[in-house]
């Protein structure tokens, strides 16, 4: 394998061109400044002790603490000291297709789809593992890291099976929350019919419909899934898509908005502030083109 797995251009973290996966020890003194990153990241305190520092606020962190970040969450470390750090990544493009299926799964489905946006959780799970579960854990994660070494065109599946085993580790040690029926059939459909043509104008009318369910009931079990009703969904899905082209594309802010479904900039720009607490200029500016100082981000109430 050649190139560099994950990269780092001042605030923002990605892969290089060679990876889809990562996993690797880092260990922090002091702080690691906010940033941000386009893909599924894990993050496993081994050692030491810090605070995390994101949208949600700050937590201080100890061995075991364990933080899922959705793509486009900004989030940094401060006050470390000896905060060691196992992390493991996957891109968001491997989650839509190939882990698709995650999210029929009980647990899986918590951890990775519903869970990080439930109770204004800003797509931030946070969990613990206690040294058993680590350690389990990382004997996955260093078999991923293994895989580093090898051809990845010859080794894709092994890495997927990793990061899946890696998940499930993860996934248990937050099952005590999580609802051990099967999620209703009609949510699971509302999400890929979003997650599908997200630039569509969905109304819950027509979602209902085109399910024949009473919109009543659906937005009932879609938010006792979700913590959202299925417009509230689709919200956080366009503004997860109009982070990563703001990342990782010169389109302007206009045509990033009509192509995520808000062709009302004004709109757009509300919406986008709610989940990250930048405005999109400000996002770019901060996380793609060389971490500009600015005020530090604020909360502002999730979209309802």
Not at 76 to 105: H, I, K, Q
Not at 191 to 205: F, K, V
Request: hydrophobic content about 40%.
């Amino acid at each position: 394998m050649s190139g560099a797995t994950i990269e780092n251009k001042s605030t923002l973290v990605y892969f290089g061109d060679d990876s889809f996966t990562y996993a690797g020890r880092h260990v922090h003194e002091l702080e690691m400044r906010v940033h941000t990153h386009s893909f599924v990241e894990v993050a496993i305190v081994a050692g030491g002790s810090g605070v995390h520092h994101s949208l949600n606020g700050r937590q201080a962190l100890k061995p075991g603490d364990t933080l899922l970040l959705r793509p486009g969450v900004w989030h940094g470390y401060e006050d470390c000291r000896d905060l060691e750090v196992y992390n493991f990544c996957f891109s968001a493009e491997l989650l839509r297709r190939e882990l698709a299926w995650t999210r029929d799964d009980p647990l899986l489905g918590h951890l990775l789809w519903t869970g990080p946006y439930a109770e204004r959780r800003r797509g931030i799970l946070a969990t613990h593992l206690g040294e058993a579960e680590r350690a389990a854990c990382f004997a996955h994660l260093d078999a991923l890291a293994e895989l580093r070494a090898l051809p990845a065109h010859l080794h894709r599946a092994d890495q997927i099976a990793q990061v899946v085993l890696a998940l499930g580790c993860v996934a248990r040690a937050v099952g005590s929350e999580v609802r051990q029926d099967p999620l209703h059939p009609a949510v699971v459909e509302v999400m890929r019919r979003i997650e599908g043509d997200p630039a569509r104008n969905w109304t819950l009318a027509e979602l209902a419909d085109g399910l024949h369910l009473a919109p009543g009931y659906l937005v009932r079990r879609f938010k006792s899934v979700t913590g959202l009703p299925p417009v509230a969904f689709l919200s956080r899905h366009r503004v997860e898509l109009a982070a990563e082209m703001l990342l990782h594309t010169d389109r302007t802010v206009r045509a990033i908005a009509e192509s995520v479904g808000w062709p009302d900039q004004n709109y757009f720009a509300r919406r986008f502030r709610a989940h990250y607490g930048l405005t999109a200029t400000d996002y770019r500016t901060r996380f793609a083109r060389g971490g500009k100082p600015l005020g530090e981000p604020r909360a502002t109430d999730d979209p309802v």
